[in-house]
């Protein structure tokens, strides 16, 4: 039993504990069809509530790459139209094939911006916290109402 397997029973016993969490194995789904190794990738942490994706795009140039965000997926695609003659290399390691890759991103991450510079595509991210949803202390209050404070004795 592979890991994703583990992870998607393991969402399935704890349903009846999480209410609307459904949705995580939509999205463990969704992962699993565009697992691959190209392109190679990096996910960094560069501060409190601010990320960056890093992918290694060597020979690619910015006119064939595309960022689409599609609800909280963020999907790159590189579109390669190199037709060149492989029988010239001894050795071929640099990989020019046209590739999709996605990323699920939480609803309240939103990206900044991306930069392509030396072969690596660079992607933003910050994730902004609304007041609401900050942790909260919430005071425990004696009871003000008769009512209530007479039902409770009899």
């Not at 209410?19 to 990096?42: R, S």
Request: include cysteine.
């Amino acid at each position: 039993m592979n890991n994703l397997s583990v992870f998607s029973s393991a969402l399935k016993t704890f349903d009846k504990f999480y209410i609307g969490v459904d949705h995580l194995v939509k999205i463990q789904e969704d992962i699993t069809k565009t697992i691959g190794a190209y392109p190679f990738y990096n996910i960094k942490k560069t501060g409190d509530n601010s990320y960056k994706i890093e992918l290694a795009l060597a020979g690619w140039s910015k006119q064939e790459i595309s960022l689409e965000l599609n609800g909280d997926k963020l999907v790159i695609k590189g579109e390669s139209d190199d037709k060149e003659d492989d029988s010239d290399y001894f050795f071929k390691g640099i990989s020019k094939r046209s590739f999709t890759r996605s990323f699920m991103l939480n609803n309240e991450v939103e990206i900044c911006g991306a930069t392509f510079v030396n072969g690596v595509l660079s992607i933003t991210l910050e994730h902004i916290i609304a007041e609401n949803n900050k942790c909260k202390k919430i005071e425990i209050d004696e009871f003000s109402d008769s009512k209530t404070r007479q039902f409770l004795t009899e």
